[in-house]
């Protein structure tokens, strides 16, 4: 159901579930076994003649699509099981999309109410998936007044039904520290497959929430990975003004509350017109439909790829499926109309790297 900000969900009450209401939680029984462990691949192809070695974690075969899946599975399950939720617990989150859609998933495995605040620049596709995961989607069409930004009128919105929705949880994906917590896992499962022999890891950010997750786990094994922290041109997460960004699913308006200092090597802010170019590149040369972060991701090393040591191993964490942007990264029109006519980014011409 799509609802606009005069819908009064305090009205809603969930049917009760206490039939069907796990009293232990079996991590290999159902779609949550699926959650993690996804696969590592060679990119062979989408920086020709490279002098390292480059990977692909892809996060995108996560059951719900996306690494999101781990953080939203991490924090309802730990709900469960402190008690913080119950069978009638009514689950409130904001999110752009993929975290969005991760919840949903798992609200449904759990039969649980789950509304999602989103706003206008949400996908159609993220809109379909999350009603069809059974979500309730609350929609903010305008932003915060003061700010300009949509997300601080989501996160108003999410604190004003907490207030009228009985029984009401909130995961808070900018603040929970099991975000950061589901991914020392992510970060594992790369480290194991290299054995510990991982020089760079690239990861977008977004909650901060991989980028901290991962850290944590290089930090706490002393190991040698550096973190290259990918961010969109116009987010304010490492400093600079904030500016209108196309793109979703990377970089903040707001400064996330599980951001802290010195958690990357280094970062690279990246446009939407490389985002765009970076996943068009990888679609033509290496057959992967991925996400707008992951097009970003791709075109940090692009930017630095010259001062990466030769030998070296690098990981990109390929954070969710191309297939929520079909409407706008793989839409030659819609591509045409925000950017102009581009395509030779991506068919033969070398990227401007100081985009």
């Given at each position: 159901m799509l609802a606009d900000l005069e819908k009064d969900w305090s009205v809603i009450s969930p049917d009760s579930l206490s039939e069907s209401w796990p009293d232990t939680i079996t991590e290999n029984e159902g779609i949550i076994s699926a959650v993690g462990n996804t696969p590592l691949i060679r990119l062979n192809r989408v920086f020709p003649n490279l002098n390292f070695r480059l990977y692909a974690k892809l996060?995108?075969?996560n059951p719900g699509g996306s690494m999101k899946d781990r953080a939203a599975l991490s924090i309802i399950r730990h709900g469960i099981e402190t008690g913080q939720i119950g069978p009638n617990s009514v689950i409130i989150e904001s999110?752009?999309?993929?975290?969005?859609?991760?919840?949903?998933?798992?609200c449904a495995y759990f039969k649980l109410r789950f509304i999602c605040v989103v706003d206008t620049k949400a996908?159609?596709?993220?809109?379909?998936?999350?009603e069809a995961y059974g979500a309730d989607v609350d929609l903010v069409t305008e932003p915060d007044p003061q700010t300009g930004e949509f997300l601080q009128a989501r996160l108003d919105r999410v604190r004003s039904l907490l207030r009228s929705v009985k029984d009401s949880f909130w995961p808070n994906q900018y603040a929970n520290t099991l975000n950061p917590q589901?991914?020392?896992?992510?970060?594992?499962?790369?480290?194991?497959?290299?054995?510990e022999q991982v020089d760079y890891l690239f990861c977008a950010?977004?909650?901060?929430?991989?980028?901290?997750?991962c850290a944590e786990y290089i930090r706490a094994h002393n190991l040698k990975t550096k973190l290259v922290a990918v961010d969109a041109e116009g987010s304010i997460i490492f400093g600079g003004p904030s500016a209108k960004r196309l793109i979703p699913g990377h970089g903040a308006a707001v400064v996330p509350e599980l951001y802290q200092p010195g958690l990357a090597f280094e970062y690279v802010h990246v446009s939407d017109l490389a985002c765009i170019v970076g996943c068009r590149r990888l679609i033509k040369r290496e057959a992967i439909l991925a996400g707008g972060s992951t097009g970003a991701v791709v075109m940090a090393v692009d930017r630095i790829k010259e001062s990466i040591p030769a030998g070296a191993t690098c990981v990109l964490i390929f954070a969710d499926r191309g297939e929520r942007y079909i409407d706008t990264i793989y839409s030659d029109p819609w591509v045409k109309q925000n950017f102009g006519q581009v395509s030779h980014l991506w068919d033969e011409g070398e990227f401007?790297?100081?985009r």
């Open positions: 996060e995108a075969l999110s752009s999309g993929n975290m969005g859609i991760g919840l949903a998933q798992a996908t159609s596709q993220n809109l379909r998936l999350l589901a991914h020392h896992q992510t970060m594992k499962e790369i480290v194991e497959a290299f054995d950010t977004s909650t901060c929430g991989t980028m901290r997750g401007n790297r100081g």
